[in-house]
């Protein structure tokens, strides 16, 4: 039997393997159950220095929760076949585990190489070092399914310079090196061909060195490449001055006002997003702003099971990864037809509780 997640300990580092290639390595919820007590027992374990997380395959480091399970479970209880259980306690369970990177008290290194999306970047982007490759891809793209950035964008998308976490967060762009360089995601870059030395060299390393932050640097900098040069610059003026509004539709009338061809792929871009997930994701990242990581967490978790009694979720996963005829019908299909109350209630205490966590 092929193990989904597998974690081992060379040395004095602890390994962590998502070991599903063909799906693009897609994070379920027996994997969260296989990581977060590994993590937990390696936090605690004097014998292991660091650890590093990586993606089979040569595709994907992770392309994403497994939504589809989430969907098919959700769409059971409204057909009154079953309680949906899986619509909680696979969030609550990766919301826990990205939580765990946040505060893991050792390094954390993440091989970012490949795509990267949703919770593939809810597996790295908290860990202290995030190294890219000439193959990373990485995007929020929640939106585009009735969702939200979650996985901790509340967090750390309102914290990235200027408004490139509301640009990120609302567009689903996908970025490369270069850019999640210059928006301050990564923190180191290798070429993808010299990943498995890196990992060597870091097993040695700690084994030598008293200090293990001290070893990681020193290794990640050996093997530090240059990335591809980042695109966003070139916008950046344009994204915060029109993302800087105080509304989707201020933001779209700025985007609308810009009148070069980047603001007009932007707009048309955003026009084919889900618009409740639109208005639920500039709330959810004003909020994030002024929210600590647990917080963000605990609202996180509020905001998906808000989600999971609505229309457009259900409807995105249909439209991307179900039919795939990618021509979602939207309920509302309009910003001015999205109920101020409704986007509210993403922000409320669900029936059942809000998120706890351990200890």
Known sequence: MTLDAICTTRGLLGHILLNRPKALNALTLPMVEVIAPTLAAWAADPAIKAVVIRGAGDRAFCAG??????????????RGEGAGALTAAFFAGEYRLNRQIKHFPKPYVALIDGITMGGGVGLSVHGSHRVTTEKTLLAMPETGIGLFPDVGGTWFLP??????????????????????????IATHHSRSEALDDLERDLETALSSAPDANSAVEAVLGHHAATPDEPTLPAHRDAIDRCFDADSIEGIFARLENEGSDWAAKTLASLKTMSPTSLKVTFEQLRRGAELEFDDCMRLEFRMTQAVMDGHDFYEGIRSVLVDKDRNPKWQPASLDAVDPAFVARHFAPPADGDLTFPG
């Open 65 to 78: 929760g497994d939504v589809r399970a989430v969907w098919d479970a959700g769409l059971q209880r409204k």
């Open 159 to 184: 914290r990235l310079p200027g408004r490139l976490g509301l640009y990120l967060g609302l567009t689903g762009a996908r970025i490369t090196a270069g850019d999640l360089a210059y928006a301050c």
